[in-house]
T-cell receptor, first 114, second 115 residues
Framework: NAGVMQNPRHLVRRRGQEARLRCSPM?????VYWYRQLPEEGLKFMVY????????ESGMPKERFSAEFPKEGPSILRIQQVVRGDSAAYFC????????????FGQGTRLTVV | GESVGLHLPTLSVQEGDNSIINCAYS??????FIWYKQESGKGPQFIID?????DKRQGQRVTVLLNKTVKHLSLQIAATQPGDSAVYFC??????????????FGKGTKLSVKP
């Protein structure tokens, strides 16, 4: 049973480009959580999705950021017109019961905006 | 500001010694706490949790202590090993927010184990 898979592991984008981060949850998990981690900081909650629905996006910036979790395929975190301040590690976690305290984390995508 | 924070950003211990990592929280509505270990280049890994109706919980080589009076919790690692070197985060979770609540992480303490 593979764990939470995130890709790419590293992503470099120029300012103004779009970044797409993918997260495939563990098999059987239908709940996905995205977190952002700045260097030397703890993780900050961004968004919680269940298949085809956004449940809680209170931690996600209103502009340029969006997330989806389609019926088929991975969850996508999309950042449009990236800026240097978007450089961070983005982690995805998944759970099978909507309890993010029992979620498993992926290895993260490290986004660098140049 | 952050409601969860850590007293010591770095901790260096000798292999075989015990390690104690501390965490303070300020949200009295938080009633569930988790310690995570994050190795370099990896995602957080669950270590141990504790609910607010407990003041101590033990796992394999790890113990979490919760002091609700002063809103403080600690992670104790017995006989620290080189493989314990990582950044340790505490996270709080207010259970009254249900499944839509989100984990609030502290900044982390880097533990370095000297051989």
């Amino acid at each position: 049973n593979a764990g939470v898979m995130q890709n790419p592991r590293h992503l470099v984008r120029r300012r103004g480009q779009e970044a797409r981060l993918r997260c495939s949850p563990m098999k059987g998990h239908s709940h996905v959580y995205w977190y952002r981690q700045l260097p030397e900081e703890g993780l900050k909650f961004m968004v919680y999705l269940q298949k085809e629905n956004i449940i809680d996006e209170s931690g996600m910036p209103k502009e340029r950021f969006s997330a989806e979790f389609p019926k088929e395929g991975p969850s996508i975190l999309r950042i449009q017109q990236v800026v240097r301040g978007d450089s961070a590690a983005y982690f995805c976690a998944s759970s099978n019961n909507g309890q993010n305290t029992e979620a498993f984390f992926g290895q993260g995508t490290r986004l660098t905006v140049v | 500001g952050e409601s969860v924070g850590l007293h010591l950003p770095t901790l260096s211990v000798q292999e075989g010694d015990n390690s104690i990592i501390n965490c303070a929280y300020s949200n009295s509505a938080s009633d569930y706490f988790i310690w995570y270990k994050q190795e370099s280049g990896k995602g957080p890994q669950f270590i141990i949790d504790i609910r607010s109706n407990m003041d101590k919980r033990q796992g394999q080589r790890v113990t979490v202590l919760l002091n609700k009076t002063v809103k403080h919790l600690s992670l104790q690692i017995a006989a620290t090993q080189p493989g314990d070197s990582a950044v340790y985060f505490c996270a709080e979770y207010p259970l009254d927010r249900g499944s839509q609540g989100n984990l609030i992480f502290g900044k982390g303490t880097k533990l370095s184990v000297k051989p």
